[in-house]
Nanobody, 120 residues
Framework: QVQLQESGPGLVKPSQTLSLTCTVS??????????WSWIRQPPGKGLEWMGV???????YYSPSLKTRTSISRDTSKNQFSLQLSSVTPDDTAVYYC????????????WGQGTQVTVSS
């Protein structure tokens, strides 16, 4: 059974960088052809896909967030991470990490989500 767990600060100040880590258990993030995404849900809004890192390390980002988003991984820890720079209160959301069987597939495993609030 694959499990994903998000971790990171729950409060970030405006203009700072939001950093979250997703720890994966029950499966390797380097196993072909899985993909590992970050998805967020602002209060009162729908889910927004932010970006993905594939099993081979390739990354793809939402065009609307591309200039501020970076996704990386630590294969020794079976973790992948999100960095979102220059945050504003509009970046307040529940942030999820999730797995897809391949790039573009529906997510089949999700973390429980972590609330991040951007406020001074």
């Amino acid at each position: 059974q694959v499990q994903l767990q998000e971790s990171g600060p729950g409060l970030v100040k405006p203009s700072q960088t939001l950093s979250l880590t997703c720890t994966v258990s029950g499966g390797s993030i380097t196993t072909a052809y899985y993909a590992w995404s970050w998805i967020r849900q602002p209060p009162g809004k729908g889910l927004e896909w932010m970006g993905v890192i594939a099993y081979d390390g390739n990354t793809y980002y939402s065009p609307s967030l591309k200039t501020r988003t970076s996704i990386s991984r630590d294969t020794s820890k079976n973790q992948f991470s999100l960095q979102l720079s220059s945050v504003t209160p509009d970046d307040t959301a529940v942030y999820y990490c999730a797995r897809q069987s391949w790039i573009g597939a529906e997510s089949d495993y999700w973390g429980q989500g972590t609330q991040v609030t951007v406020s001074s």
